[in-house]
Nanobody
Framework: QVQLVESGGGLMQPDGSLRLSCVGS????????VAWYRQAPGKQRELVAS???????SYTDSVKGRFTISRDNAKNTVYLQMNSLKAEDTAVYYC?????????WGQGTQVTVSS
């Protein structure tokens, strides 16, 4: 059974940093497209960052230069390092996985940026 478990969210002041973790079980994350999405209240879910099977990385424009996605194969974990946080980064962050045969969402972790 595939599972994705996110952690690392919380309350942070503007310009602070958080690191989100997405731990996979039941599947090798190296074999999947893995992405971080976020959804703010009243807004559509948006793609924040992604890493492909081959290691190709992409970011939405609003987080370029501030967020970094990475994969630790030994821990079967994908991270999202978030620096220089802004109030507009406040959202529930979801880990997403896609292979040729399945798609799967984690349960989400809340990130709140506020002074």
């Amino acid at each position: 059974q595939v599972q994705l478990v996110e952690s690392g969210g919380g309350l942070m002041q503007p310009d602070g940093s958080l690191r989100l973790s997405c731990v996979g079980s039941g599947i090798d994350l190296r074999l999947a497209f893995v992405a971080w999405y976020r959804q703010a209240p009243g807004k559509q879910r948006e793609l924040v960052a992604s890493i492909s099977r081959g290691g190709t990385i992409s970011y939405t424009d609003s987080v370029k230069g501030r967020f970094t996605i990475s994969r630790d194969n030994a821990k079967n974990t994908v991270y999202l390092q978030m620096n220089s946080l802004k109030a507009e980064d406040t959202a529930v962050y979801y880990c997403f996985l896609r292979t040729t045969s399945l798609e799967y969402w984690g349960q989400g972790t809340q990130v709140t940026v506020s002074s």
